[in-house]
């Protein structure tokens, strides 16, 4: 990995820890309810920068958010790691094998559908061990995760844009 990759990933991690901090000064509907703004960085890393760019800022914030709050290794690390791996990897096997089919908007659904899919997953194996409740929650859990990965795409999309508008000025004055 060359020193350049370093750095991005350092930036790129520092902005999603920082998004995540800051939504944790939000109101949350429900406690343990999170927005997802940090999976804004996820997705323009894994966008402009590739699948490992992607997983390494989204494992990078997960341990160190977790180690912050001293949920380190704990049940909300556990559900935030597996749904950030699941939300990657479907992610980028998305853009893989559709290359031009969807967008920022329908790349970021597609990972806020694996997230949830796969914390009330592990919720349900791991701590709950009972499906009606999982089932009770499922739909609002999803239908929040919906509209948030809708949002999150929206500003992951204007993201894109302009940063890839600045690389082409930065070219553009070098000729």
Not at 49 to 57: C, D, M, N, S
Not at 71 to 83: D, E, R, T
Request: aromatic letters at 8%.
């Amino acid at each position: 990995m060359q020193l350049q990759d370093k750095r991005r990933i350092a930036i790129l991690s520092a902005y999603a820890l920082a998004l995540h901090g800051f939504e944790s000064l939000l109101p949350a509907p429900i406690p343990w309810l999170k927005l997802g703004l940090a999976n804004i960085i996820t997705l323009v890393a894994l966008i402009l920068y590739g699948f490992r760019t992607a997983l390494v800022v989204t494992l990078i914030r997960v341990v160190l958010a977790s180690i912050f709050i001293g949920a380190f290794l704990g049940p909300a690390f556990i559900l935030s790691a597996g749904g950030g791996i699941a939300s990657v990897a479907a992610m980028g096997l998305t853009i893989k094998l559709f290359k031009n089919l969807f967008g920022a908007v329908g790349i970021s659904l597609i990972g806020a559908l694996f997230h949830n899919m796969a914390q009330l997953s592990l919720a349900y194996f791991l701590f709950i061990h009972r499906l009606e409740a999982v089932l009770i929650i499922s739909p609002f859990i999803l239908l929040i995760g919906s509209l948030t990965g809708i949002v999150n795409g929206i500003i992951s999309g204007i993201l894109i844009k302009n940063l890839l508008k600045k690389d082409a000025e930065k070219i553009q004055n070098t000729i």
